[in-house]
Structures are given as structure tokens and as C-alpha cells.
């Protein structure tokens, strides 16, 4: 057993085996209304209500908690390689409405954030950490604060930035950051290109460093983009989004367990092999490149703890294991499903329900309508056993949902 948020819980893998089998729950329109004026029908379980918490932000990513117990979430701005993100304070919140009372920019004309997480030292002093396409900073943190008062940021890892300009194609962008309960700092740093062998190590990897960003190294490879990253417990879990080039239907998106109490998290341990470019998953197996091929094979790849539709876009998650938490989510992720890039695939734009060994389940839906894109929904923050937030990067809202009062 380990702990999650000071309770103990059993092992992921042990929960979902002894979840049994969960049929479809049936999903019922909800009739959203913005403060534009522009109204949308999502569809969700009969106990939940979906709220717009927050509304008037662009291309909305992913949420932090601070110390003093504010949310913080970034903003890349449009599809564009930028330098116009921002990072925003969701503040005043009212559970009665379940809204946010008003919207704080924190910081500005950033490149491409995605991630920031917070960190307190052994010193006791207190940091944000902020990832953008070519850097990683930290800066201290004061609570209360909402504009940075440490103006001079420390600059404690590069990663490859080349635009949209790069040869390869410049794709994958964005850097996600999640803090371990060892005390280290890992950021997934997604590949340059669709499929093709890299130059750089740090492409297609989640990297491994010290708070103050020395001793770092390749703690995961083979990940094409591992936009999701979280520790649950004692356990690191990843979203990872697969190659173009196969088809509609394969390869997975993937769901992978990088690290847990019976996977060492040794310094010295070598990088586990996710298997990209070379190795792909299918329903959950994996198979090998028809064209890019290694002496090495796919044999010794890790295979996905869980795996998800093709072109699905894999994002932000969370794990709810409460007691009193909805039957329909009760010890069990849930994955926001972006949406293929080609709206005309149509997989993904929803949020699922995953279990280990089991089909995945809709919780709510309705993200693309009769070929229009209504939303896409990414990162997910966990409220309480009955409630979360998550982002809608496409229309910039961040919604609430919770249990129907």
C-alpha cells in the first residue's frame, strides 16, 4: 500500500482488477450557457452538473496548486509558435456557484507554457517553476502574490527550440513538469517530428533532474509526447500521444506507469524504453515500425498500462479512489481525450473513464457536434470526491463538475 494525499489507498493496478466490470452509464445533454451568449449541449452522467467556472482565457492548458491554496493555470495563447502565454490565478472562488470570481494574470509574453508546479525546499523557501518551449525557470514564491516579486528568474534547464521553422517540422512544443515524492523534478519534453530517429537524447523522454535542475538525465525514453504527467501516490503515470503515419486506427494512444514503489526510482537505473519511433502499441501490444527498424527489436519495450483510441490526443488526468466518491469514477482515472487534430476522425473530444483490464467508459461528451468543434477539453484538477476542474483549450473556459446538488 501507499499513501495518496495522507490516505492509504491500494496499488492502481490491484484497485482496477477488483473494480469489476462497469457498463456504460447512460449520458443526458446539459444546456451550457456562456457569458458571450453562445450556448453549447455537453452531455455527462444525470448526478453531475457542468459549470463554466471561468471564461475569456485562450488556449487554456494546465492547473497548479500553490502553496496558499490558489489555483494557478497557463495560457499558450493560440496554435501559433509564440511568445504571447500567460500564467493566471483563478481566484475567488464560490462553491456555492461554482465559479471563480475573477481571473488574475500573473505573468505574461511567455513561450508556449504549458506546465508550472510549485516546490518548497529544504530551507523552507517556496518556488514556481515554469516551463516554456526552450527553458525552464524557477522563481520564489510569496504567497498572496499575483505578479512574481522575484524579478531576477533562475534559468535552470534548455530544451531544444527551434520553432516552427525546424527542419524535422517543429512539432510538440510544450513542457510538462510534475514533482516526485523523492524530491526530484520530472519534465516530459515531446518529440520534433511525427516519426524519425532524433539528434537530441532529451526529445521524446521524461527527464530527471535535482530541484535546482543539476544531475539531470533521460529518466524515460521513447515517448513521443508525453504531454500528461502526474504522480498519484507514490507512482508516476503518463499520457503519450502515437505516430500519424499508420493509419486511423493504430497506433494507440498510450497510458503508461513510469515509475512505482516496485520500480526503483535509483539514480543510476537505466531509462526505461517506451519503444518511439521504432515500436508502437495496438490494443495494447506492441508491434514494430514497417520501416524504422533497430538490431535491438521492440522485445524489451514496456508495454502501456492502459491505452486509449488512435489520434484520441491523450491529456491531463486524475485518479479518484475515495470512498464517497461516484460510483461511476470510483477508484479510477479520469483522461481528457483532446480530439484528433482532423476533426473528420472524430476520435477523442470527451473525457473518459479509465480502469486497468477494463473499456473505457464516456463521462462527458460532446466536445465535437456534427463536425464542429465545440471544445477540447485538457487538463484535469481533482476538487474533492464528487468534483473537478478541467480545461477547455479551444473556447478558453475552465469548467466545473460535480455532483448534481
Partial sequence: MHKLFGKTILPLAFAAVTAGVFAQTKLVPQRIVLKNGRTLTLNATSDL?????????????????????????????????????????????????GKFGKVIRYLS??????????????NGLEWIYIAETGKLTRRRYTRGETA????????????????????????????????????????????????????????????????????????????????GLKWIGDSLYATNQGSDHLGLQKPDE?????????????????????????????????????????????????PP???????????????????????????????SLHGSTNKAIGHGYKIVILRKGKRLQDLVTGFLQGGTVVGRPCDIMKLGPDSFLFTDDNKGVVYLVRKRR
Fill in 49 to 97: 452538473e457542468i459549470i463554466p467556472a471561468a471564461e475569456g482565457l485562450k488556449r487554456v492548458r494546465f492547473f497548479a496548486k500553490a502553496p496558499d491554496g490558489r489555483i494557478f493555470v497557463t495560457d499558450m495563447y493560440n496554435l501559433t509558435d509564440n511568445k504571447r502565454g500567460s500564467i493566471y490565478i483563478l481566484d475567488g472562488w464560490n462553491a456555492e456557484t
Fill in 109 to 122: 509574453g511567455l513561450h508556449n507554457p504549458n506546465s508550472v508546479q510549485f516546490y518548497r525546499d529544504p
Fill in 305 to 335: 498500462y492502459a491505452f486509449f483510441p488512435a489520434r484520441s490526443s491523450a491529456l491531463g488526468f486524475e485518479y479518484f479512489d475515495d470512498a464517497d466518491a461516484p460510483a461511476a469514477f470510483k477508484d479510477a482515472f479520469l483522461v
Fill in 148 to 227: 512574481p516579486s522575484d524579478l531576477k528568474p533562475q534559468t535552470i534547464a534548455t530544451f531544444p527550440d527551434y520553432g516552427l521553422s525546424y527542419k524535422y517540422g517543429g512539432w510538440h512544443l510544450t513542457r510538462t513538469l510534475a514533482f516526485g515524492p523523492n524530491g526530484k523534478l520530472y519534465v516530459s519534453v515531446g518529440s520534433s517530428c511525427n516519426s524519425c530517429v532524433e539528434k537530441e537524447d532529451v526529445r521524446a523522454a521524461v527527464l530527471e533532474m535535482n530541484p535546482d535542475g543539476t544531475e539531470s538525465r533521460i529518466f524515460a525514453k521513447g515517448l513521443r509526447n508525453a504531454v
Fill in 254 to 302: 498510450t497510458f503508461y506507469l513510469l515509475a512505482s514503489p516496485t520500480n526503483s526510482l535509483g539514480a543510476k537505473a537505466e531509462p526505461k524504453d517506451h519503444g518511439w519511433p521504432y515500436c508502437h502499441s495496438s490494443n495494447g501490444k506492441v508491434f514494430t515500425d514497417p520501416k524504422l527498424k533497430r538490431r535491438s527489436g521492440c522485445s524489451n519495450v514496456t
